[in-house]
Structures are given as structure tokens and as C-alpha cells.
């Protein structure tokens, strides 16, 4: 017997190792093996009889004396290797959270916290900000937490090795102690709400019945639901006779829709419920992961690498917001979770539900061809109507000098009418910081990262300026560093600029933000969300984050402030995710008693895809925009597959991206014709890399699949570039 293992290098193939007498190699076990000149970490995949040609290496090392793939994951990462063009190996030990993959069992860890005042850190935190923005970073963190941040989720969070760490602490700065693990999960400590269930109404009825007669078997869904409709309850329903017949669920939602709110609501139906997110530490993320595998949870909910938690019986796989973008993986393996929740669904003969008010194109198409069943849910609970949406054309708003006001007059008045009736407010602006782009109006010049082609950030609270990109950070100049001239200027709006300014214009209301920078510390995203549904909050400024999964019945008033941002000519699917935006916050304002109100305001009054989220038809906006998509040949009629090559220098990146679309170029056929590019990327210099990019298209994939075989030996040629194939790309920068 020999066993055939997978390795975490780029080959999607395993490899055979004999097996030493007396050690036992269970397939799905992750082991030791020598690879070459290394020794590397891989998993068992299956057995063969079949001796190999040539000497044959031995398993070292069985990590896991009990598998830690099962059969169907195993599967299902060949599955995803093959189909985005990645590693076996990588995909299967993408399976497996970074801490399990890390760790055996531990119970103690290391954890930082301020060994001065707060007061001296923060005088700190500014004088070693020119020195090392590192050590001001990791100051900021456990100056902004109130309890010891473990250290291993530091150097995670800011992305940073352990030696800023270990330099503050030998300036005195920092200490570490050692603590025991404390593997409880605080969302789950949150208490579960005693509201009896509702009564479903008939849409849901129908729609739960659908789901549940086809149970026991493989069926994908598509549940169409506009917001307020009702679609958890859909869930809950399914879940729970799923749970009674002795199966188990799987629940995914994008990482900023994962609230305690979230939580709660699942864990007022279910007891035994597991959590897997990034909030956690890698103490909690490693034993939920313990729990699911040993079946102690009934229902799993998670963000996007949860779509591999390693539930036994799975029966019910629910996919929440299948339209989210944050679904798809940013690295290697670069796989769409909604895509994996289906063939996962397929292989464990489960059914899969795909939920959203603004569906995908590509589920939208998948539904209308019948491969998914589609159920609607067409209007929201209890009859409450969905908030009229008011556009309000901002060109028509410009006040003294042609400058456009934050706020719209119609705006300005809404909120203080609905702050004087004790009502609360969203104010959405998806850019956070205070400005996109420091500006000299002398001679033109905008800050750039020195790592990125790309405008830096202004951060006032910090006085920093931070590439969105690359996280660098540096001083604000303070005269013009191309002309010398004194006056630089912030241009245009983020979210904290937002909030200075709504805090000068309504002086009397309490005002919160919530974006990446006021959610870093660990719980801080739950309290800001707990002040809105307590009513303390008059105002919530924020970014996307304000616009998921939360139901606050008290917010009567929802403006974008600018519903033009993220249209980019470089992505065809601009339309879409400004139609999404919109529909999503607009679907935060009226969920109660009371009737809500949303305002957009905009330079593009007339643009179709804010024009049909203003009247909530994703019927008309589909049908638009399939059109489109149709005529232009962009999914779903066709795959996508985008070839970035980056490279320390321009003439490489062009050079090596030009010849992989001459060697494509023949294997496309007809369909050559719909090349994009070889050209620069719409980000063209990324962390201290040049970037070229192409997009290629086909009907089938075999035909990609023979572009990226093509190139693959261009790799011994052009050694100084790496190669990213996107496979389903959803990012074109
Ligand atoms: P969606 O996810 O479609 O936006 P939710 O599932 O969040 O909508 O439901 C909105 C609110 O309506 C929730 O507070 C939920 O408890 C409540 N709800 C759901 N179904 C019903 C029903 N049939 N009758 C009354 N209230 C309901
Ligand atoms: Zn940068």
C-alpha cells in the first residue's frame, strides 16, 4: 500500500510515498513528507496498490492520528484546484483554519499590553510614528483595547512580524504575559432573544415547503427576498427540520454581516451553534473548528472559509447575500465561496440556498435557465412597504464657488426632522479616512504611495496618510513636497470628514462612525452597534459595514451621501454593484412600525442602475443589464479568466504578459477576438511591483483551461514575475 499525498506547492497533482511498516497513514491525515531538498506539511488524499517507476520517498510524520479532510472535502478541494487553477495542495490546506494549520492543542498564549500610561503611550504612539510606523501601530492597538491583545492576533492584524513586538518591549513600552487560553466565543455569550418565532407568511410558507420537500438530496436555490422580506426566517425554518431529522447546517455571510445580532437570531432557535470568523482569536477560531469536527454544533454560521467547516451530515447549506463580492478569495486558492457552497452542496447531497434582495447576474441567469429553483419573497413582513427612495441631483446643490455641499438641502432637513422626533439616522459613504487625496492647488501635485500607484489617504484623528492599497503610512507634508509651497489641501470626502462635519451641523445629536478604523479593537464593532439599537446613537456615519446585517426598527432615515462612488469604467460590473449598494442601505431605513425614507444623492441623477434601486426593481435592473451583458459578451455569457504579471520592473511585467497572450492567442480560436489586452492593470504599480494585466474569454472552460496550460512554461522564462490567474474574476484593478 502507498499513500498518495498533496503538497502546498503549485502542481494539482499528488504524489506517491511508501508507508512505513507499523505507521498508519489514514486518508484525509495531514503528514510530514521530504519534497525535494524540503520537508513539507501535506495531506493524504487516497491509497494506491501501484508501485511507481523510480525510488520512492517515505511519509516522515502522521500529524493527525484522525483525519482532518474528510472524504467530501477532499473532493471538493481537487474540485476547486481544477477548476481556478491552483494547487491541490493549497486548496486543501485552505481548508483548514491558519491556527489549526498552525498549532496542535495549546492552552496557554502570549498577550501584549501597554507597560506605561495611556496617556505616555499616546505621546508614544506620535513621536515613533517618523521613526517606525510599526511600533505606533502596535501602541495604537493596545492603547485603543481595554484588555491584553493576544499576540499572535497582533502580528496578524496589522500584518507584522513579531519583532516590532519584541524591540517595544525592550524599550519598556510593552509587556507580554502568558495567559490561558480562553476558548469560549463572546458572540455566543450573548444572549439569545426570547421573542417567540413569527408566524411565516405565505411567500415563506411556499418557499420553506419548496425547500424542504426537496431535502435529502442535492437542490440549489435561488431565494429572491427584498430587504425586510423575511429570508432569515426562511433559513431558520429550513435549518431547524434539518436539525430534527438529524443533519446538520451550514450558514455563510459576508465577514461584516457576521453581528452579534446575526448570531443571536440563530442562537435563539438552535443550542449547540458554532461561530467561525476573523473577530475571533486563533485560540476560539482553533476550537470551534474542534467542535464542528467532532459534530458538537448543530448549525455553523461563518464568513467565507467557512464554507469548508468540517461538519459531519451536513444536510443544509445557506448562503446569505450570495451577490457579496467578499465571497470571493483574494489569494491562492482564489475560489468563490457561493460557487464551492454549491459543488459542496452536490458532493454531500444537500440542498444549497442562495439568498439576497439584489441576486448575482450569475444566479440570476443559473435560476432563469432552471438550474437553480427560484423562490420570491416579493414584499416585506407584515405588509410594511418598502421606504421611498428620493434622488437628489447634487450639480443642483452647488453653493458658493461651485462647491457641492456635504449635505443636500432636502438631506440637512430630513435629519432634523427625524433626530427631533427621536427617530435615528444611517449616513452611508462607502471611503473611509477624512480625504481620498492630498492636493497642492499650486502646482497640482497629489501624494502617492511610494509603493503603489495610487493616491494616499488622509487620516486626520491619526494625521497620517495611508495607502488603501499597501497599508503605508507617512507623515502629511506639510509644504508641497514637489513645489515647496505651503497649502496643501484635502480633496473630497471619507467617512471621518463626514462625521466632523455632522457633528458641527447637529451639535445636540449623538453621533457614532463605524468603518474599518473605529472597528479594530476586538468588541468595539458589537458596542457601536449595540449604541444604535438602544437608541443612544442618534446619527450612525459608516461605510458598507453600516449597510449589513443589521434591523434597527428605529431608523426612519437612510442617506448616501455619494452614490457615485465604486462607478469605475474598468470593471463591467460597476452597474451592478451600485445597484446592490444602493438597494442594501436603502434596506436598512423602515423595518419597523415606522415608515422609512432614503435619500441618494448624486452627479449622475439619471444613470439606470440608481435610478432602479431608487424604485426597488431588480426586475427591470436585471433584465438591463443581462442585456447588456449579453451584447458585450461579460458574465454570465462567458468566463472570465484575468492574467495579472507583476514584476519588479516595467519592461518585465509587459514583456512576460505580452507573450502569454501570444501563446493564448492561438488556443482561443474565434474567441481571440474578445482578448483584453495585454495591457497596464488599472493599478499598474502595487506594493513596489509593476503591473500588466489581460482578460480572457470564453464559452468553455477547457478553452481557458488550454490558455493556462499554454503559459504555464513561461515560467522557467521569466523567472523574476509571478502570475495571478483569477478564474471568475470579480476584481479588475
Ligand atoms: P431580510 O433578511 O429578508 O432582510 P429579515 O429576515 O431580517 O429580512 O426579517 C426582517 C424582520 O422581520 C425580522 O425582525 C424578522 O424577525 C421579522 N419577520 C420575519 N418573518 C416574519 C413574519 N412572517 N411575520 C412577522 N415578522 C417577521
Ligand atoms: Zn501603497
Not at 442601505?585 to 415606522?594: E, K
Request: glycine fraction near 6%.
Amino acid at each position: 500500500m502507498f499513500a498518495k499525498v498533496v503538497v502546498p506547492v503549485p502542481l494539482n497533482h499528488p504524489f506517491t510515498y511508501s508507508i512505513p511498516d507499523g505507521l498508519a497513514v489514514p486518508v484525509g491525515s495531514r503528514v510530514v513528507v521530504p519534497f525535494g531538498p524540503r520537508t513539507l506539511v501535506g495531506a493524504c488524499v487516497g491509497h494506491t496498490d501501484e508501485r511507481p517507476k523510480g525510488t520512492l520517498k517515505a511519509v516522515q510524520r502522521v500529524l493527525d492520528p484522525e483525519p482532518a479532510f474528510s472524504p467530501a472535502l477532499i473532493e471538493l478541494s481537487r474540485w476547486i484546484a481544477d477548476y481556478y487553477f491552483s494547487s491541490w495542495g493549497e486548496a486543501l490546506m485552505a481548508a483548514l483554519p491558519a491556527p489549526v494549520r498552525r498549532t496542535g492543542a495549546r492552552r496557554y498564549e502570549n498577550v501584549a499590553r501597554l507597560a506605561v500610561s495611556p496617556e505616555e503611550a499616546r505621546k508614544k504612539i506620535e513621536e515613533l510614528r517618523a521613526t517606525n510606523s510599526k511600533w505606533s501601530q502596535v501602541l495604537e492597538v493596545l492603547a485603543d483595547s481595554v484588555e491584553p491583545v493576544a499576540v499572535n492576533d497582533l502580528l496578524e492584524r496589522l500584518s507584522i512580524s513579531d519583532s516590532p513586538v519584541a524591540t517595544l518591549v525592550k524599550k519598556g513600552l510593552v509587556a507580554i504575559d502568558r495567559r490561558q487560553i480562553d476558548a469560549e466565543d463572546p458572540l455566543l455569550a450573548h444572549p439569545a432573544s426570547t421573542t417567540p418565532p413569527p408566524e411565516p407568511n405565505p411567500e415563506q410558507e411556499l418557499a420553506v415547503g419548496t425547500i424542504i420537500a426537496a431535502s435529502g438530496g442535492f437542490k440549489p436555490f435561488l431565494l429572491y427576498g427584498v430587504t425586510g422580506s423575511g429570508k432569515t426566517e426562511v433559513y431558520l425554518r429550513v435549518i431547524a427540520q434539518a436539525v430534527a431529522a438529524g443533519k446538520r447546517a451550514l450558514v455563510l455571510v459576508p465577514e461584516i454581516a457576521l453581528t452579534p445580532q446575526t448570531i443571536s437570531r440563530f442562537s435563539a432557535r438552535f443550542k449547540r451553534i458554532a461561530v467561525m470568523h476573523h473577530r475571533l482569536t486563533e485560540a476560539q477560531r482553533a476550537d470551534q473548528w474542534r467542535r464542528i469536527k467532532a459534530g458538537e454544533a448543530d448549525v455553523v454560521i461563518g464568513a467565507r472559509s467557512a464554507v469548508f467547516a468540517p461538519l459531519p451530515d451536513l444536510g443544509v447549506i445557506v448562503v446569505d447575500e450570495e451577490h457579496e463580492p467578499s465571497y470571493k478569495a483574494g489569494n491562492e486558492p482564489r475560489y468563490h465561496a457561493r460557487d464551492v457552497a454549491v459543488k459542496r452542496a452536490q458532493l454531500e447531497k444537500a440542498v444549497v440556498v442562495l439568498g439576497s434582495a439584489t441576486p448575482s447576474l450569475e444566479s440570476w441567469r443559473n435560476a432563469k435557465e432552471g438550474r437553480y429553483t427560484l423562490l420570491q419573497l416579493t414584499q416585506r413582513v407584515m405588509d410594511r412597504p418598502l421606504p421611498p427612495v428620493e434622488i437628489v441631483d447634487m450639480a443642483q446643490e452647488r453653493g458658493f464657488k461651485g462647491k457641492v455641499p456635504l449635505l443636500s438641502r432636502k438631506l440637512e432637513e430630513m435629519v432634523k426632522l427625524v433626530s427631533a422626533k427621536g427617530e435615528q439616522t444611517i449616513l452611508f459613504l462607502n471611503r473611509r479616512g477624512f480625504a481620498p487625496a492630498l492636493y497642492c492647488p499650486s502646482c497640482k501635485y497629489v501624494l502617492r504611495c511610494g509603493h503603489c500607484e495610487v493616491a494616499m489617504t488622509f487620516h486626520k484623528k491619526r494625521n497620517v496618510a495611508i495607502c488603501h492599497h499597501c497599508n503605508s503610512e507617512v507623515e502629511p507634508p506639510v509644504l508641497c513636497p514637489a513645489c515647496k509651497l505651503p497649502g496643501i489641501k484635502f480633496l473630497g470626502l471619507g467617512t471621518e470628514r463626514v462625521e466632523e462635519e455632522i457633528r458641527a451641523m447637529f451639535g445636540d445629536a449623538s453621533v457614532a462612525r463605524m468603518d474599518r478604523d473605529t472597528t479594530r479593537a476586538r468588541g468595539s464593532h458589537a458596542r457601536i452597534l449595540a449604541a444604535v439599537a438602544d437608541g443612544t446613537t442618534d446619527i450612525l456615519i459608516g461605510t458598507q459595514m453600516v449597510a449589513k446585517g443589521h434591523d434597527v426598527p428605529n431608523v426612519t432615515l437612510v442617506g448616501v451621501i455619494n452614490g457615485d462612488i465604486g462607478y469605475s469604467i474598468n470593471d463591467f460590473r460597476s452597474g451592478e454593484r451600485t445597484f446592490q449598494l444602493i438597494a442594501q442601505v436603502a434596506g436598512r431605513a423602515g423595518r419597523g412600525i415606522l415608515p422609512g425614507h432614503v435619500i441618494v444623492q448624486t452627479i449622475n441623477p439619471t444613470v439606470s442602475a440608481i435610478v432602479l434601486a431608487a424604485k426597488h426593481d431588480f426586475f427591470t435592473f436585471a433584465d438591463q443589464e443581462m442585456a447588456f451583458r449579453r451584447e458585450w459578451i461579460w458574465p454570465p455569457f462567458c468566463r472570465l479568466l484575468r492574467l495579472v504579471v507583476s514584476a519588479p520592473t516595467p519592461d518585465d511585467a509587459q514583456g512576460a504578459c505580452t507573450a502569454a497572450v501570444e501563446l493564448a492567442r492561438p488556443r482561443l480560436g474565434p474567441e481571440a477576438s474578445l482578448l483584453l489586452g495585454p495591457e497596464p492593470a488599472p493599478i499598474p504599480f502595487l506594493r513596489d511591483q509593476h503591473r500588466w494585466n489581460a482578460a480572457f474569454r470564453a464559452k468553455s472552460w477547457e478553452t481557458l483551461w488550454k490558455v493556462v496550460n499554454a503559459c504555464s512554461k513561461l515560467k522557467d522564462t521569466w523567472k523574476k514575475v509571478s502570475w495571478t490567474w483569477d478564474m471568475d474574476a470579480n476584481d479588475m484593478l
